[in-house]
């Protein structure tokens, strides 16, 4: 038995082993007919074979001989010949039949899976009456009124065939529409030809490109799930010290946003507290709100947050607290039938009023946003070096060869080993990591002021999350811009935020500086937060306190205090009033509670 031995701590690339499946000499023989019928038929004018129509009553029925291979019919018509000919009228409409069907119906139902509304209602209505209307009436209307003809009969099939086609499109859209790495895209600022089959101009060429309904393209390699530590490893620092600083091809980043530096410095005192200066981003009485079945559903209520210019903030709580909803109000990526009030200030601007296109210019080049699953944020039919390249050459405008240069060193700098072999990777052949480390590549790649990672580290395991954050932590203080990071774990903001907002059923029920909660925590919930969290020095099997009850059904809000029927310091006013969010021993540190926390929590980060 051959063993391989190789020293600890060596790191080596292994080449991934191609397996070919071999076609069978069915399938080579079904393709050679099909492609001798095809040949027949398109040039059977050249061949030396009667005219279809010719008759000869004196050969009717004539059985195989020299002159006629396949013998005559009941009228003496060669039957080769009308088999020939016949060919051809069966593959303009077999071929072409479709085609139309394909094209009108394709178009009309991924229009509107796609963009919803009064145009998917049309569309619907105007498919389901032609489906109602006889197929053969219309065939014969149409024929007695245009006449027969092949062309005339193409087209009824064509048309009968879009409702079916439309159906399959429409389905298949509103399955993907909304698909995390749809959003992604739209997050980075994807146009609608982007998202959709369009005629697209690239290299000062027009062709058709597919971003994600390429339904009939699959990766010629299968290899799952390669080691976040296989190959060699660039350091970041060296990767992003290789970046030109000046030129067309790659700008450098205080080309891209001039006066980040100064404008990061000027948000803090010289102990390196903030100072009160205008905010980059401020959320001023947010609130989200979701028709459904049960009734409107308040996924977000009142919520008011300020982040400055290289401050980090992270937002905690329990899942369906509002945390992701309230990062979708700020991107303005909520689903179509949300209705947003407050507003939303990001950089001097307004972007819940904001126009549509400069919106979109936003977000990718301004605004970033970093999701909790990789496999699903990233598209799985195209390449990690489609994906960033599309990225730069939409915002950064450059060209092919600037674009790839400028990947390469983004996957180097978040931690990729060998980055030009990744380019032309599928997401499905990198580990959970690694396509974290992409998502996080394309998310800075157009150094955007304010990043928003929303749980970045919930499908990782725990030795990669740990890299994660310190890699999200290192590029927020190299490129100097704000970071609201989303998390469920109080122990994941320890320590890497400079303030924390803790929400519950929607709405902000403590904010303080990240010191100073951990210091002296006042909420009951944020006590409950921070005891869930397993202790190092705790006892083995020490079962982990859990927060009793469950969290409030957001369409039957109750009367007092959301968090009351679960607290252990609930009285007569938490049941009867809904506290407000309040300072009452520092402007810093503000909470919702009737009955604060007395005692520190003692914790340590």
Same mark, same amino acid.
């Given at each position: 038995?051959?063993?391989? @031995?190789?020293?600890?701590? @060596?790191? #080596?690339?292994?080449?991934?082993?191609?397996?070919?499946?071999?076609?069978?000499?069915?399938?080579?023989?079904?393709?050679?007919?099909?492609?001798?019928?095809?040949?027949?038929?398109?040039?059977?004018?050249?061949?030396?074979? $009667?005219?279809?129509?010719?008759?000869?009553?004196?050969?009717?029925?004539? *059985?195989?001989?020299?002159?006629?291979?396949?013998?005559?019919?009941?009228?003496?018509?060669?039957?080769?010949?009308?088999?020939?000919?016949?060919?051809? %009228?069966?593959?303009?409409?077999?071929?072409?039949?479709?085609?139309?069907?394909?094209?009108?119906?394709?178009?009309?139902?991924?229009?509107?899976?796609?963009?919803?509304?009064?145009?998917?209602?049309?569309?619907?209505?105007?498919?389901?009456?032609?489906?109602?209307?006889? +197929?053969?009436?219309?065939?014969?209307?149409?024929?007695?009124?245009?006449?027969?003809?092949?062309?005339?009969?193409?087209?009824?099939?064509?048309?009968?065939?879009? $409702?079916?086609?439309?159906?399959?499109?429409?389905?298949?859209?509103?399955?993907?529409?909304?698909?995390?790495?749809?959003?992604?895209?739209?997050?980075?600022?994807?146009?609608?030809?982007?998202?959709?089959?369009?005629?697209?101009?690239?290299? =000062?060429?027009?062709?058709?490109?597919?971003?994600?309904?390429?339904?009939?393209?699959?990766?010629?390699?299968?290899?799952?799930? !390669?080691?976040?530590?296989?190959?060699?490893? @660039?350091?970041?620092?060296?990767?992003?010290?290789?970046?030109?600083?000046?030129?067309?091809? #790659? $700008?450098?980043?205080?080309?891209?946003?001039?006066?980040?530096?100064?404008?990061?410095?000027?948000?803090?005192?010289?102990?390196?507290?903030?100072?009160?200066?205008?905010?980059?981003?401020?959320?001023?009485?947010?609130?989200?709100?979701?028709?459904?079945?049960?009734?409107?559903?308040?996924?977000?209520?009142?919520?008011?947050?300020? #982040?400055?210019?290289?401050?980090?903030?992270?937002?905690?709580?329990?899942?369906?607290?509002?945390?992701?909803?309230? *990062?979708?109000?700020?991107? !303005?990526?909520?689903?179509?039938?949300?209705?947003?009030?407050?507003?939303?200030?990001?950089?001097?601007?307004?972007?819940?009023?904001?126009?549509? @296109?400069?919106?979109?210019?936003?977000?990718?080049?301004?605004?970033?946003?970093?999701? !909790?699953?990789?496999?699903?944020?990233?598209?799985?039919?195209?390449?990690?070096?489609?994906?960033?390249?599309?990225?730069?050459?939409?915002?950064?405008?450059?060209?092919?060869?600037?674009?790839?240069?400028?990947?390469?060193?983004?996957?180097?700098?978040?931690?990729?080993?060998?980055?030009?072999?990744?380019?032309?990777?599928?997401?499905?052949?990198?580990?959970?990591?690694?396509?974290?480390?992409?998502? %996080?590549?394309?998310?800075?790649?157009?150094?955007?002021?304010?990043?928003?990672?929303?749980?970045?580290?919930?499908?990782?395991?725990?030795?990669?999350?740990?890299?994660?954050?310190?890699?999200?932590?290192?590029? !927020?203080?190299?490129?100097?811009?704000?970071?609201?990071?989303?998390?469920?774990?109080?122990?994941?903001?320890?320590?890497?935020?400079?303030?924390?907002?803790?929400?519950?059923?929607?709405?902000?029920?403590?904010?303080?500086?990240?010191?100073?909660?951990?210091?002296?925590?006042?909420?009951?919930?944020?006590?409950?937060?921070?005891?869930?969290?397993?202790?190092?020095?705790?006892?083995?099997?020490?079962?982990?306190?859990?927060?009793?009850?469950?969290?409030?059904?957001?369409?039957?809000? %109750?009367?007092?205090?959301?968090?009351? +029927?679960?607290?252990?310091?609930?009285?007569?006013?938490? =049941?009867?009033?809904?506290?407000?969010?309040?300072?009452?021993?520092?402007?810093?540190?503000?909470?919702?509670?009737?009955?604060?926390?007395?005692?520190?929590?003692?914790?340590?980060?």
């Amino acid at each position: 038995m051959a063993t391989l @031995e190789l020293s600890i701590g @060596e790191e #080596v690339a292994v080449t991934p082993v191609r397996r070919t499946r071999r076609l069978g000499p069915l399938f080579w023989a079904a393709i050679a007919w099909m492609t001798f019928v095809f040949v027949a038929a398109a040039l059977a004018n050249l061949l030396p074979l $009667p005219s279809p129509t010719d008759m000869d009553m004196l050969e009717r029925r004539a *059985s195989m001989s020299a002159q006629h291979w396949l013998g005559t019919d009941g009228l003496g018509r060669d039957e080769l010949a009308r088999l020939i000919y016949g060919a051809r %009228i069966s593959l303009i409409v077999g071929l072409c039949a479709p085609m139309i069907g394909i094209t009108i119906g394709g178009a009309l139902g991924m229009l509107a899976g796609y963009f919803r509304g009064r145009f998917e209602t049309l569309v619907v209505g105007s498919m389901d009456v032609l489906l109602a209307f006889p +197929p053969l009436i219309l065939a014969l209307a149409v024929t007695a009124y245009l006449g027969q003809s092949i062309l005339n009969l193409t087209c009824i099939l064509g048309v009968l065939g879009i $409702p079916a086609f439309m159906r399959v499109a429409r389905a298949a859209t509103l399955t993907l529409a909304r698909r995390e790495f749809v959003i992604a895209a739209q997050a980075l600022g994807a146009t609608h030809a982007r998202l959709l089959p369009a005629w697209r101009c690239r290299h =000062h060429r027009r062709r058709e490109r597919i971003v994600f309904l390429r339904l009939g393209r699959t990766a010629s390699d299968t290899e799952l799930g !390669q080691h976040d530590r296989r190959g060699t490893r @660039e350091p970041g620092d060296r990767a992003a010290a290789r970046l030109p600083s000046r030129g067309h091809d #790659v $700008p450098d980043r205080t080309v891209l946003q001039p006066g980040r530096r100064r404008a990061a410095g000027a948000h803090r005192s010289a102990s390196g507290r903030a100072v009160t200066e205008p905010a980059l981003l401020s959320v001023e009485a947010v609130s989200v709100d979701l028709p459904t079945p049960r009734g409107n559903l308040r996924a977000v209520d009142q919520v008011d947050l300020r #982040v400055g210019a290289g401050r980090t903030l992270g937002v905690v709580g329990e899942s369906g607290c509002g945390k992701t909803m309230l *990062s979708r109000a700020i991107l !303005q990526l909520l689903p179509k039938k949300a209705r947003l009030s407050g507003r939303v200030m990001f950089d001097g601007q307004d972007l819940v009023g904001l126009d549509p @296109e400069r919106l979109r210019k936003l977000r990718g080049r301004s605004l970033a946003v970093v999701f !909790q699953d990789p496999m699903t944020s990233l598209n799985p039919v195209l390449t990690i070096g489609t994906q960033l390249i599309e990225t730069l050459q939409e915002h950064l405008e450059l060209d092919g060869n600037a674009a790839k240069r400028r990947s390469v060193e983004l996957l180097a700098a978040v931690g990729i080993p060998a980055p030009e072999q990744r380019l032309t990777q599928y997401p499905h052949k990198l580990s959970g990591g690694m396509r974290q480390r992409v998502a %996080i590549a394309i998310a800075l790649s157009c150094e955007p002021k304010l990043l928003i990672a929303d749980e970045p580290t919930t499908a990782l395991d725990v030795t990669i999350q740990a890299q994660i954050l310190d890699l999200l932590a290192r590029e !927020q203080r190299r490129r100097h811009m704000a970071m609201i990071l989303i998390t469920h774990d109080l122990g994941v903001v320890a320590g890497r935020t400079d303030e924390v907002a803790v929400m519950y059923a929607g709405r902000v029920v403590e904010r303080a500086p990240t010191p100073a909660l951990f210091k002296k925590m006042r909420m009951p919930y944020t006590e409950a937060l921070l005891a869930a969290i397993p202790k190092i020095d705790a006892a083995p099997h020490t079962p982990l306190p859990a927060i009793s009850g469950r969290p409030p059904d957001p369409t039957r809000p %109750i009367q007092g205090c959301s968090f009351s +029927p679960r607290c252990r310091y609930a009285a007569g006013q938490c =049941h009867r009033e809904k506290p407000s969010l309040a300072a009452a021993e520092s402007l810093d540190h503000q909470y919702a509670c009737f009955h604060p926390i007395e005692v520190a929590a003692g914790a340590t980060a």
